[in-house]
């Protein structure tokens, strides 16, 4: 028997629960794809933690040594062999060279040299040498090694030359057969080189000189066969030197102050120019010396001439020295030149100032909307002030009402005084900005002393920098007042 019931034969599609989920992990896929996005499309705000610092400005220059300096020449032809060692002080009639015409000396010089020995002085002298340069070896300078062996090479050959002439002049009867000796025609220091500029003066610069290109220097000492009159020798025959050097503007400037500084005013009025000397150190061997100084002129471009009283034995060998200028260093809180940027101020006479018990700021006058006139304090902050000038932010507002502490034509009236003076004229103020509270805060620097990459700034001033603030490294990325974090 069939069943009476009817079945429901209405086919009812299946509806998916709403997956809040999905929405939720859609919504936060596109979030992240708009902050990937800001990301690499936005400037990128970097922080600077101010620190305590010093600048070394580079004072290094290339002089060029002038010297009292007399060339000799061979007086007949032969074999030159050398008595007195390069950069020793001879005294008048002490040996120099010597002069061997038949070549008999040099034969009987190198049967002989099998035979020679140094003595304990010789050695002393070798020893003297090599600790000379390990007080100055530095990993930095390899090139000074080259220097060392040139150098010791030379003073040995110096040492078994003289000892072979001494002894081959004691043990040959006819040894003034074999050679002619020829001695110092003053006292002196021997070099054995020239390079054309023995007669340079500081009287007659010539911007030539400092075109080391061009720079040729002929070696005396050879094995080669000499003729009569050419050069063999040249004595440096005065303790003072001179060094010369062209000057850039800044350098220029710090040394004309100096020498300006040193001008005293007699009892007669008459103006007397003192001395001036200045701080150097020698880059060959980092030697501190004291020598005064002058600026000279020749077709609009300025020379520093260096005068010296010693120490010309020191660099007899040497026609250009690499030297530093030794400046006082300034000291202070150091900051990047990017973080630097400016701002607008307005400039008030600093009379107007008020004093009250808590801070100063001024007094303003007021109109009402009836006409009435009054005066009123205004608590302006005053970010710099200087003996005539007192600077304060244009932008600032009081918190209460949202209006300008100060505008362009308001009026400031004198404490005790009936004089007025009108607020608008406006002056760019150096400084950085401040990030310590999450958005960026104008502050006043005041710089000591800047290169091209870093400024020194003064440290404690109103309104400005301490040690370990953060600031913008890249003030021209950010606006005041803009929230970074």
Known sequence: MADGRKRNTKIVRYRRPFNIGVVFFGFIAVYLIV????????EHISGYEVIKGNLAADYHYTGVALRTEQVYTAQKAGYINYYAAEGEKVSVLSTVYTVD??????????ETAGDMSLGEEDYSKIRSVISSYQGNYSDMDFESVYSFQTTIDSAILDLVNQNMIDQLDSASEGGSELFTRYNAATAGVVEYYIDGMEEATAASIDPAWFEEEGYERQELRSADLVSEGEPVYKLVTEEDWQLVFPLDEETEAFLLDEIEANKTVSKDGTVVQN????????????????????????????????????????????RYLDFEILRD???????????????????????????????????????????????E???????????????????????????????????????????????????????????NKGYTIFRIIQILYENEEYCIVEEGTSYGLSVYDHIVLNADTVAEDQVIY
């Open 101 to 110: 015409e038949s070549g008999r000396m040099s034969e009987l010089l190198e």
């Open 329 to 375: 260093e300034e000291t202070g809180l150091k900051i990047p030149q990017s973080a630097v940027t400016e701002k607008d101020f307005f400039v008030i006479d600093a009379s107007y100032v008020t004093q009250t018990e808590n801070r100063s700021g001024f007094m303003k006058k007021t109109v009402s909307e009836d006409g009435t006139e009054a005066v």
């Open 275 to 318: 001395t001036t000397y200045i701080e150097i150190r020698f880059g060959l061997d980092d030697e501190i010396v004291w020598p005064s100084v002058t600026v000279q002129y020749v077709d609009g471009q300025a020379y520093g001439v260096l005068s010296f009283v010693n120490s010309m034995i020191r660099y007899a060998g040497e």
């Open 35 to 42: 902050c990937v996005y800001l990301y690499l499309t936005s």
């Open 377 to 435: 304090f205004v608590d302006a902050t005053i970010y710099y002030q200087d003996e005539q000038y007192a600077y304060v932010n244009p932008e600032e507002e009081d918190f209460s009402t949202s209006e300008k502490l100060l505008e362009s034509g308001d009026l400031l009236v004198k404490k005790d005084s009936a004089e007025y003076y009108q607020v608008g004229q406006t002056e760019k103020l150096k400084g950085v900005y401040n990030i």
